[in-house]
């Protein structure tokens, strides 16, 4: 060093003082060259409140004579006066600050940010792991950095990725979201045969964490998992790996497939039970069908049976009470001559007849006697083999009206337009107006 160089040197340090300020007399700079970054402040006042202020502030005198400016630890400042809104500090805490000369305020605040290199993320990594070899608990290492201690366990389990893969980290060629992915596992064999041995397209962070847990089952998307339970499968004793990157609802594996499945069995027993109750040959509970497991099943047939005794007597009244009842209509004139291409006549009747099953497949609603329903609404007819006889009452302005009981695929004209439609299984419907005839209002009562 040369004589002038000394000389300026010794003539900046003279120009430079450092103080004890009372923190009420700080306030930030303009001329701080730092506009942006002022992030992660409460972190950062959970650190300062643990082990102190390591770095001083830098400030100039303010105009007033009564205040400093900080143009160098902006954040500084933010976390200490956020610790004062905490109670935590007192307003007039003293803090050590570097006064400089005025006309060096930008000097000063553009050379501490631009002379001085972060460290690596590699060297970051292997200092978090270092402090817990020297027996720092990770709670109180999370506490010393203003962070959650899952933050401390990330790092730490990066730290323990395979050193291979760290290096090629270091220079960029594996990235930070490849390198969390393969965190997955701490098998470092695993890790670098799952990157190193797949071509570059399959090296994305889902297909590394895939091709590490493809003989595991992932709890999230697994049907069966949700079905048994993370928690019942743990207190079974199976085995559980947890992803430290994924949220809470993703990233659980479980290891013990075969454990699983024999859970879901259990739980499916009972089930299986009350089906065999059903008077099936036999019952299986498979808790994974796949389609090619199923393709050697076929869908059972419904078959035809003669009715029984009880049956047929049931089916010979219902058979005579329609041939009474449709001469009655025929005799009043509102049988299947009112249904002509003349339209529909004042105060229509709806006489329907099935033979061979329910029109919905359901049971006898209640209201049905004999298959005989006496109320509006869908129909629904007698048990599989057994004719059905349903009358409905049309309103009398002859609008098509579905909840009078028309069933699905019935056609219906308009207003006043007379309409005639075989519906499947030989359900036959008339709509319309028909006169109010004695005869045909008893019809109607009957049924």
């Known amino acids: 060093m040369n004589t002038a160089t000394f000389q ?14 009372p923190l009420s007399q700080l306030r930030p700079s303009s001329r701080n060259v730092r506009k942006s970054g002022g992030t992660s402040i409460p972190e950062l006042a959970a650190s300062i409140a643990r082990v102190g202020l390591l770095q001083n502030l830098t400030v100039v005198a303010a105009p007033d004579g009564e205040h400093y400016e900080v143009v160098a630890g902006r954040r500084r400042l933010a976390a200490l006066k956020l610790l004062v809104k905490r109670r935590k500090l007192a307003k007039d805490h003293e803090v050590h600050c570097l006064l400089v000369l005025d006309d060096a305020a930008r000097t000063v605040s553009l050379t501490e940010n631009v002379q001085r290199e972060a460290m690596s993320p590699i060297e970051e990594l292997f200092a978090w792991k270092d402090l817990v070899a020297e027996g720092r608990p990770v709670e109180d290492i999370a506490a010393d950095f203003g962070v959650t201690p899952l933050v401390v366990q990330r790092r730490l389990k990066l730290a323990n990725v395979s050193p291979r893969l760290l290096a090629d ?25 799952a990157f190193y041995d797949a ?45 430290l990157f994924a949220d809470e609802q993703n990233g659980v594996f479980l290891t013990d497939g075969a454990l699983l499945d024999a859970l879901a069995r259990d739980r499916l027993a009972p089930v299986a039970e009350q089906v065999r109750a059903e008077g099936w040959a036999w019952v ?15 869908r059972a047939r419904s078959t035809r049976r003669e009715p ?29 001559a009112g249904f002509g291409e003349s339209g529909f006549q004042p105060d229509g009747r709806v006489v329907s007849f099935l033979r061979g099953g329910r029109s919905d497949g359901g049971a006898e609603p209640p209201g049905c006697e004999g298959g005989v329903s006496r109320e509006g609404g869908r129909w629904r007819g007698a048990p599989s083999g057994q004719p059905a006889v349903a009358g409905f009452a049309v309103p009398g302005d002859g609008r098509d009206d579905h909840s009078g009981g028309i069933g699905d695929g019935d056609q219906l004209g308009p207003a006043g337009a007379g309409h005639r439609q075989r519906h499947r299984g030989g359900l036959r419907h008339g709509h319309g107006q028909a006169p109010a005839d004695p005869a045909g209002l008893a019809a109607d009562r009957a049924l």
């Open 284 to 298: 299986d509970a498979a808790p994974r069908a796949t389609s090619s497991d199923l393709y050697q099943f076929q």
């Open 308 to 336: 029984g005794n009880a049956e047929a007597r049931r089916i010979a009244k219902l058979e005579d009470q329609q041939a009474k009842l449709q001469e009655r209509l025929d005799a009043s004139g509102a049988g299947s």
């Open 199 to 243: 071509p570059q397209w399959q090296r994305s962070p889902e297909a590394l964490r895939d091709h590490l847990t493809s003989d595991e089952v992932d709890a999230g998307r697994d049907a069966v998992a949700r079905f048994v339970g993370l928690e019942a499968y743990e207190q079974a004793g199976g085995g559980v790996r947890r992803d």
């Open 8 to 21: 300026e040197t010794a003539a900046v340090a003279a120009s430079q003082e450092l103080l004890l300020i």
């Open 169 to 193: 980290f270091g220079t960029q060629a594996v990235t930070l979201e490849q390198l969390m992915a393969l965190a997955i596992t701490d098998d470092h064999a695993a890790q670098e045969a």
